[in-house]
């Protein structure tokens, strides 16, 4: 079905990406806008944040998509106890060679669920810093590569319920999405009591459906998607435009940019197109760029929010035109 990590197609994308939502939509019910968003993330290779109340999805949703790739997977409970060391891993004296060897931590996977990540101390959230950003893992000054491809899927309770800490601003812009789960309308709360109570669909039960191979072909491939230079100057501009106002403390970063147009050329391989257009960065751009925004404390004590602040400035800032 899928072409080879040696040969980056961009028509491989789209059947890879149907297989992929088909297969986590077993599990996943009436939530196809945030599956679509996942899967968007995971071929943009990008991190992907899923944010909301427990109780609604957000670590099936990261099981199904690592089950549907026949990739390692490794998932990191993170806890107040949890040390850095637990998760990139340690060098370890070997009395037989009379030399330190590494141990590899849970962050070595293709796909590493980081499991309520906000639940961890400051210092082992910021362990992944590195290697969400430079694929690799320094530890007693030896850098160990990380396996291609490599994905975070992290889950967090919202930083108001009892025993969380709230991400570091740098560690947040990492992540190239955040989507929040959402409860599910009654009837697909239904289907999962009547699935669930017959014991089906799980997403430990899910096979895979492609290769880590086959989503590194496609990575591949979506770089080579075109992105015409009005488009790139629309993104420069809503991400410029969140940069000068007074309700934020911090606008949107470069990195911010680059993430919203990699993202924009992944949903257009998505749906078998060779080009990006500016209904995919509008639909794109509240989980690229809502988590990356700081309010300011006034804009907060009026109720603003990061969501109203992107709907602003879609609203204010000019769409170009087809060949503009």
Same mark, same amino acid.
């Given at each position: 079905?899928?072409?080879?990590?040696?040969?980056?197609?961009?028509?491989?994308?789209?059947? /890879?990406?149907?297989?992929?939502?088909?297969?986590?939509?077993?599990?996943?019910?009436?939530?196809?806008?945030?599956?679509?968003?996942?899967? #968007?993330?995971?071929?943009?290779?990008?991190?992907?944040?899923?944010?909301?109340?427990?109780?609604?999805?957000? =670590?099936?949703?990261?099981?199904?998509?690592?089950?549907?790739?026949?990739?390692?997977?490794?998932?990191?409970?993170? &806890?107040?106890?949890?040390?850095?060391? !637990?998760?990139?891993?340690?060098?370890?004296?070997?009395?037989?060679?009379?030399?330190?060897?590494?141990?590899?931590?849970?962050?070595?996977?293709?796909?590493?669920?980081?499991?309520?990540?906000?639940?961890?101390?400051?210092?082992?959230?910021?362990?992944?810093?590195?290697?969400?950003?430079?694929?690799?893992?320094?530890?007693?000054?030896?850098? $160990?590569?990380?396996?291609?491809?490599?994905?975070?899927?992290? &889950?967090?309770?919202?930083?108001? #319920?009892?025993?969380? $800490?709230?991400?570091?601003?740098?560690?947040?812009?990492?992540? /190239?999405?955040?989507?929040?789960?959402? $409860?599910?309308?009654?009837?697909?709360?239904?289907?999962? #009591?009547?699935?669930?109570?017959?014991?089906?669909?799980?997403?430990?039960?899910?096979?895979?459906?492609? &290769?880590?191979?086959?989503?590194?072909?496609?990575?591949?491939?979506?770089?080579?998607?075109?992105?015409?230079?009005?488009?790139?100057? $629309?993104?420069?501009?809503?991400?410029?435009?969140?940069?000068?106002?007074?309700?934020?403390?911090?606008?949107?970063?470069?990195?911010?940019?680059?993430?919203?147009?990699?993202?924009?050329?992944?949903?257009?391989?998505?749906?078998?197109?060779?080009?990006?257009?500016? !209904?995919?960065?509008?639909? #794109?751009?509240?989980?690229?760029?809502?988590?990356?925004?700081?309010?300011?404390?006034?804009?907060?004590?009026?109720?603003? =929010?990061?969501? !109203?602040?992107?709907?602003?400035? /879609?609203?204010?800032?000019?769409?170009?035109?087809?060949?503009?």
């Amino acid at each position: 079905m899928v072409q080879s990590a040696a040969a980056p197609r961009r028509d491989v994308v789209a059947p /890879l990406f149907g297989a992929l939502l088909h297969n986590v939509e077993r599990v996943i019910q009436g939530k196809q806008d945030q599956v679509r968003l996942a899967l #968007l993330c995971l071929l943009a290779e990008g991190h992907l944040l899923i944010e909301d109340v427990p109780g609604v999805g957000k =670590t099936s949703l990261a099981k199904a998509i690592s089950r549907s790739i026949a990739g390692t997977w490794h998932r990191i409970q993170f &806890t107040p106890d949890l040390l850095p060391s !637990d998760v990139l891993g340690v060098s370890i004296w070997n009395r037989a060679t009379a030399t330190f060897e590494f141990r590899p931590g849970g962050v070595f996977a293709n796909v590493v669920l980081a499991d309520e990540i906000n639940r961890a101390s400051p210092k082992t959230q910021s362990a992944l810093l590195e290697a969400m950003e430079e694929r690799q893992v320094t530890v007693d000054a030896h850098s $160990y590569a990380l396996p291609r491809p490599f994905v975070v899927i992290a &889950t967090q309770n919202p930083i108001e #319920l009892e025993g969380t $800490y709230p991400l570091p601003e740098a560690q947040l812009d990492r992540f /190239l999405m955040r989507i929040p789960m959402g $409860y599910p309308d009654r009837r697909a709360e239904i289907a999962i #009591l009547e699935t669930m109570g017959a014991g089906q669909r799980r997403a430990e039960d899910l096979e895979p459906v492609t &290769t880590s191979e086959q989503v590194a072909a496609a990575t591949a491939a979506i770089s080579h998607v075109h992105v015409a230079p009005a488009l790139a100057e $629309y993104i420069v501009d809503l991400v410029g435009a969140t940069r000068d106002r007074t309700d934020l403390l911090l606008g949107v970063s470069p990195r911010g940019a680059l993430a919203l147009q990699r993202a924009a050329r992944a949903l257009a391989a998505s749906e078998g197109r060779e080009y990006a257009v500016p !209904d995919d960065v509008r639909w #794109l751009a509240p989980a690229v760029l809502e988590h990356r925004l700081i309010l300011s404390p006034d804009a907060e004590l009026h109720g603003v =929010t990061q969501a !109203d602040v992107v709907r602003d400035v /879609l609203a204010r800032v000019p769409v170009p035109r087809a060949g503009g």
